[in-house]
């Protein structure tokens, strides 16, 4: 491969990811319980491209936030059998699939107008906001610039508060469904966005998260299970973004670093590329989730990035969009997170031209810096 | 009549769902995000779904109904809680549910629902033991036993999957765990008194480390059961990482001799495959485990560390506590270079933290760990060249 000729492909890149936010076909219904992620990856990278303003248009990007406004729920008490607990909970979720209101146009004309957010009512044990979509609809809002005029934060900080389990890790749904380290993760980028912690145990979710620590370095998903890149991304982001006041709790001690640090090292492959547990082949994701730990414990300097961009090179597609590995069929979520890799490991000069130029990234919320920025302006209550 | 291969024929079609009026998704806006054209059957599903789940029925068609929705959609979550919620309503048998669960695990082996739904199955199941006092026999089927013999067939085909492994470890801290207060003796036919229960516990615990040792037989370079190895040796019995990490105890004469076991076991494996990194980080955390100094190993690691011509003969003497790398292994190993430097750079380190201990020394450790990370970076692991090089920094300013 001759140097100079390589080009990271943005324009295909982004009409690949702009293809998916106009429609998703009928064979990947599974999709249907993530929409908000889905678009997240789309909007994510569009944002990295900085192609976002000329491929799409004020019309459009105004009726995706629409779209992800109408997703805002609030729901109803968080335990309906005990009476002492009222609180109704918000947040978003992943798209309509379970939404069985009317549409306001088919409501009758008689019902008396409010002032309220429009937020819809639903019955959180059939339809309920889910976590994880919360996070990625408040970074989707924050790419678009929305001015969170319409976040119920009150009923966000109760989602905290009706996710978190007794040993303090968070299920994504209230009350319902598997509880791991993803959820610790976005429950804390919430809270660090909205700059209020008031609504769930940090400590307790502290200890959660050290529980996961494994022998190798790095972080499995729950305790006790294998280390794996996503787990150990959500695990040091989350132990990064805590306020002050927990930060020696949520240190590791000397030893631990070193030993996370030479894990997520050994997960570079020869190739470039970075594998998510030991003796696994790489895998276009783990160049962000290594990477991003990595750059978390301010480390990145260990990373041979070129590597790296070598291996993500490889992976695009022709049609745009990145695979998980050379030759795979493209999906958003390995282009976002090959590109978030590839904002975050910066490659210039040497083989490497002006393509790769890419706006930097904000390890710690997963988007970037610009729209970190706007989302922790806009989110923070007042 | 218009139908589906997987699912049979549309819902609408059914006379006996007439009663039903199905509900359409939510009409979005005019720019939604990432609409899926749903195909006919998963319109069809979704609409009846939505309207069982609204008007709150709790009935044998509707276990029928989330099943074509999950077989559609097997990540719709909404269609798995709603499944139990009807299973727990209707008391409905749990013999044929999780039958059902097999095959849908089998095909959906990625899929967060389908594992967390066989938790929620094994944790009625056991509920209803208990209070039938053990007569509930549509609950045995669903013993832990059977389950491990369950994911031991699904790890056979996919041996790294984690959902799998992780599941695996979730059975064992449920069901067999001193910590936990449910117990696989539920599910036994025959009553056992505390001491049988223990003792049979004790029998499992060797039975899933010969498991593991058949998945690492298969691939010796199968992390995951590594870690599961782990998890049996140190967290499941006692947990014997959190004795470790917080100081609580010294190990008991049965912790030592499982430590003993580990290292001889790993050092046998890392002799097959000196490259293999999974062995080497679980030879480190037994080591950082039970607080032995990695200089402990050093003549073990010294013939891995240095180019052909020590490798293990037929008609050497064996020293079972240091086997020699097999004739085929590619020497010197990174690995093991690796641990020779850190070998000294603990020493050093040692030193550095005992009082009377002069700076020559420590100096001296450190100056036989650096040309091994240049080598390193140099010739044996040129991807990490920035790592080794930083390591070589670090001793540097030790050293000056
Ligand atoms: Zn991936």
């Not at chain 2, 020590?310 to 093991?336: F, G, R, T, V, Y």
Request: aromatic share 10%.
């Amino acid at each position: 491969m001759s140097l100079g000729s390589l080009k990271l492909n943005k324009g295909a890149h982004a009409n690949f990811c702009k293809r998916f936010l106009f429609g998703i076909p009928g064979t990947f219904a599974e999709a249907d319980s993530s929409r908000a992620a889905i678009g997240f990856y789309c909007l994510g990278a569009l944002d990295l491209t900085e192609l976002l303003e000329s491929k799409t248009k004020v019309t459009e990007r105004d009726g995706w936030r629409e779209w992800i406004w109408e997703q805002q729920v609030r729901g109803n008490t968080v335990s309906p059998s005990s009476d002492t607990n009222q609180e109704y909970v918000g947040g978003f979720r992943p798209g309509p699939f379970m939404r069985m209101d009317e549409p306001p146009n088919l409501k009758h004309s008689d019902e008396p107008e409010t002032d309220e957010p429009v937020v819809s009512t639903s019955d959180i044990s059939t339809d309920p906001p889910h976590l994880i979509m919360t996070y990625t609809a408040i970074l989707s809002l924050a790419i678009l610039r929305d001015d969170f005029a319409r976040l119920d934060r009150v009923g966000v900080r109760n989602l905290l508060r009706a996710t978190q389990q007794d040993d303090g890790s968070f299920t994504a749904t209230p009350g319902q469904g598997e509880a791991d380290v993803r959820m610790v993760y976005t429950a804390f980028a919430i809270c660090n966005m909205l700059d209020d912690w008031s609504a769930i145990d940090v400590e307790k979710a502290i200890i959660f998260i050290k529980s996961c620590y494994t022998y190798e370095g790095g972080f499995g998903q729950y305790a006790a299970n294998e280390a794996t890149g996503g787990p150990t991304y959500c695990c040091l982001a989350s132990l990064r973004v805590v306020p002050k006041e927990y930060a020696s709790q949520a240190s590791l001690t000397e030893e631990q670093r070193q030993k996370t640090i030479r894990w997520l090292v050994q997960n570079q492959r020869s190739g470039g590329g970075f594998c998510g547990r030991t003796e696994k082949v790489a895998d276009a994701c783990y160049s962000f989730w290594c990477g991003a730990a990595l750059k978390i414990l301010d480390e990145g300097a260990l990373i041979e990035e070129r590597a790296n961009a070598h291996f993500l090179y490889r992976c695009q597609a022709s049609v745009g969009g990145f695979g998980k590995e050379p030759d795979d069929r493209p999906d958003p979520y390995h282009t976002y997170l090959s590109l978030a890799s590839l904002a975050l490991l910066r490659v210039r000069g040497d083989g490497f031209d002006e393509s790769w130029a890419l706006p930097r990234l904000d390890p710690l919320l997963n988007a970037t810096e610009e729209t970190a920025k706007w989302a922790r302006e806009h989110l923070r209550s007042n | 009549m218009a139908k589906t291969e997987e699912t049979g024929p549309l819902y609408a079609a059914r006379p006996e769902w007439k009663d039903i009026t199905p509900i359409p998704q939510y009409a979005e806006n005019a720019n939604p995000i990432a609409p899926i054209f749903y195909t006919e059957a998963y319109k069809d599903a979704t609409d009846y779904f939505r309207a069982v789940v609204k008007a709150g029925e709790l009935s044998p068609r509707v276990l029928e109904l989330t099943e074509s929705v999950i077989r559609l959609n097997p990540a719709h979550y909404s269609a798995w809680q709603y499944r139990y919620k009807v299973i727990v309503a209707i008391n409905s048998p749990l013999a044929p549910e999780h039958a059902l669960m097999n095959e849908l695990a089998t095909n959906h082996l990625k899929t967060y629902q389908v594992w967390h739904h066989r938790r929620l199955l094994l944790l009625l199941a056991a509920k209803r033991l208990s209070e039938s006092k053990g007569e509930d026999k549509d609950a045995i089927a669903l013993s832990p036993e059977t389950e491990l013999g369950f994911i031991a067939s699904v790890l056979k085909k996919d041996e790294k999957n984690y959902h799998t492994w992780a599941f695996r470890q979730w059975v064992l801290a449920t069901f067999f765990s001193p910590l936990s207060n449910l117990s696989s003796t539920l599910f036994s036919t025959s009553p056992m008194n505390e001491e049988e229960a223990s003792a049979y516990r004790l029998s499992m615990l060797d039975d899933e480390i010969a498991f593991v040792e058949s998945m690492l037989h298969a691939d010796i370079r199968n992390n995951s059961a590594w870690n599961h190895r782990f998890f049996i040796n140190f967290k499941l019995g006692t947990d014997v990482v959190m004795k470790s990490t917080h100081n609580v105890a010294e190990f008991d004469n049965e912790e030592k001799d499982i430590v003993g076991r580990e290292l001889s076991y790993t050092k046998e494996k890392i002799a097959l495959a000196p490259n293999n990194a999974s062995a080497w980080n679980y030879i480190r955390g037994v080591l950082e485990l039970a607080k032995i100094p990695f200089s402990s190993l050093t003549s073990f690691v010294l013939p891995y560390t240095r180019s052909h011509g020590q490798e293990a003969d037929d008609d050497q003497i064996i020293d079972l506590d240091n086997p020699l790398p097999s004739s085929s292994s590619d020497l010197p190993a990174p690995p093991a270079l690796e641990f020779l430097a850190d070998i000294y750079e603990r020493d050093a380190e040692t030193l550095r933290s005992a009082e009377q201990s002069e700076q020559a020394t420590v100096k001296e450790k450190l100056q036989k760990a650096i040309p091994i990370w240049r080598s390193l970076s140099e010739d044996h692991d040129v991807t990490r060249k920035k790592y080794w090089e930083h390591r070589i920094h670090i001793a540097q300013i030790t050293c000056s």
